[in-house]
């Protein structure tokens, strides 16, 4: 047994981000059969924070995937097995006696249990993944000797006569009809998402009798409904009122014009994020409209700028340069709560978060230590950011930390909006969109480039006064660069 367990290895959800307790698989690179090494990465997974992919410690085979793809698995829970001795344990049993060719032939496994499949030719993947399947038995069984006078078995696969109806095997049940085995001699957890799962716990339904009809063998809200019959009927209204009847029957639901979707992964972290630190930070919002004609046309001449050549040059890094400089002038808005030791923490960098939007949802990365950049690094890390927000690549590490925030909502033509703090920061900016405007410049009413800002705080940590300094040092670079200069 001690031999058996140093052959197989079992490689753990591991804790991937800060504390996180779960994680999605996304895609599985590896199917049984296939040879892995260390370093090697097998799975992609989502955690609450972002998509990592995961590397395997140690060379083998794969044995075995315990989980499918839509998964969410705890951390500390084994996701893969692997042989690390492939070989090993294969070698054929002992021969039997030299009387009893037609015994030999018997194979190992017993009727009625199919022989695993060998790798297929696209990288060894199956159809199924072994735990959802018949598990062929480990156990090999030595053939007995028939009895003095007894007629000699026939080989099995090649009957020299129809066996008798009695003695005939019978069929394996369906696999839905019953709990499949994993490999281990246990019983398989069935397939399903966990709101089918919750369904079927309301409605008294074990999944393990449930036939499933969704991809791969995933038990679906229909099949919990079928599984639970038809429901008791209504008692009759009288035969009088059957106009009342129909009228207050309920109308049926639009079968095919509603999709649930799981929350997790990013979105369910972000949800939970956005409701404590709006239930426990007292936000307070401020708003000021500015011209930033001046601004734009320094975009324009960065852009041709030599030592911005290859580097990303937009309006929001001049915001971000902006609000670097307004805490610089006010540090004491760079700040955290710290409400088990009653303390307020200032803070001498500055982790400057962007809100990047994403398929898998909204993510906050962040650039460490932003404040001792020069223009040409901050572009250069923004760039970097935004890239890898992009390709899903962002590590956690780089949504850790934060302290403030900038929300670009002008991307999407929103004037602005009141954002919410993340968690442990003390302010979030919402940049909103530049718009051709009439405003009164130098006594005349002239069309120039306009935006709104909005700055939300931290009431606890920043009082009024505070805030407002530093949303108007912001608008005051914006109206006049100049003072990135002077102010710096």
């Known amino acids: 047994m001690a031999a058996t367990d140093q052959r197989f290895r079992e490689f753990k959800m591991p804790d991937v981000g800060e504390g996180l307790t ?31 992919e995961l590397p395997i410690p140690f060379d083998g085979v794969v044995h075995e995937l315990r989980f499918g793809e839509g998964t969410t698995v705890d951390v500390g829970t084994a996701i893969i097995s692997v042989d690390t001795q492939p070989g090993a344990g294969d070698a054929p049993a002992p021969a039997a006696a030299p009387a009893e060719p037609a015994e030999a032939a018997v194979p190992a496994e017993p009727a009625g249990v199919a022989e695993p499949a060998e790798p297929a030719e696209n990288g060894g993947r199956q159809a199924n993944l072994v735990g959802y399947g018949v598990a062929p038995s480990s156990t090999k069984r030595r053939p007995r000797k028939p009895r003095p006078g007894a007629p000699a078995a026939p080989a099995r696969g090649v009957p020299a006569q129809p066996l008798p109806a009695a003695a005939a095997p019978a069929p394996a049940a369906p696999a839905p009809q019953r709990p499949e085995l994993n490999g281990h001699g246990k019983a398989a957890r069935p397939l399903a998402k966990p709101p089918v799962r919750k369904l079927a716990k309301d409605l008294g339904i074990d999944l393990t009798t449930v036939t499933p009809t969704g991809p791969d063998g995933t038990i679906t809200r229909e099949d919990v409904h079928a599984a639970a019959g038809p429901a008791p009927a209504a008692v009759a209204e009288p035969v009088a009122q059957p106009a009342v009847a129909e009228a207050e029957a309920a109308p049926a639901p639009a079968v095919g014009r509603e999709r649930r979707v799981p929350v997790k992964g990013v979105r369910k972290a972000t949800a939970q994020a956005m409701v404590n630190s709006a239930f426990t930070a007292p936000h307070v919002t401020e708003f000021i409209t500015v011209d930033v004609t001046r601004t734009m046309k320094l975009v324009a001449d960065l852009k041709q700028d030599p030592d911005m050549a290859g580097l990303r040059v937009n309006p929001l890094l001049l915001v971000a340069k902006a609000f670097l400089v307004a805490i610089r002038r006010n540090p004491e808005i760079n700040a955290a709560w710290d409400e088990d030791a009653q303390e307020i923490v200032y803070k001498d960098y500055v982790n400057l978060g962007i809100a990047a939007a994403t398929p898998r949802g909204l993510i906050v990365p962040n650039i460490k230590d932003a404040g001792s950049l020069t223009l040409p690094e901050l572009a250069s890390a923004l760039g970097e950011l935004v890239s890898t927000a992009r390709e899903g690549k962002t590590s956690p590490a780089a949504m850790s930390g934060g302290t403030v ?24 900016l919402a940049f909103g969109a530049v718009k051709l405007q009439p405003w009164v410049h130098k006594g005349k009413v002239k069309p120039r480039q306009v935006t709104t800002l909005a700055l939300s705080f931290d009431h606890r940590l920043v009082d009024g006064e505070l805030g407002s300094k530093v949303l108007a040092d912001i608008a005051a670079i914006l109206e006049q660069p100049k003072r990135l200069i002077t102010w710096a």
Do not use: H, M
């Open 22 to 52: 779960e994680a999605e698989i996304l895609k599985w690179y590896v199917a049984p059969g296939d040879r892995v090494a260390d370093g090697q990465v097998v799975c992609e997974v989502e955690t609450a924070k972002a998509a990592v």
């Open 405 to 428: 925030t900038i929300t670009n909502v002008g991307v999407f033509g929103v004037d602005t909006g009141t954002p919410i703090l993340n968690p442990g920061e003390s302010a979030i």
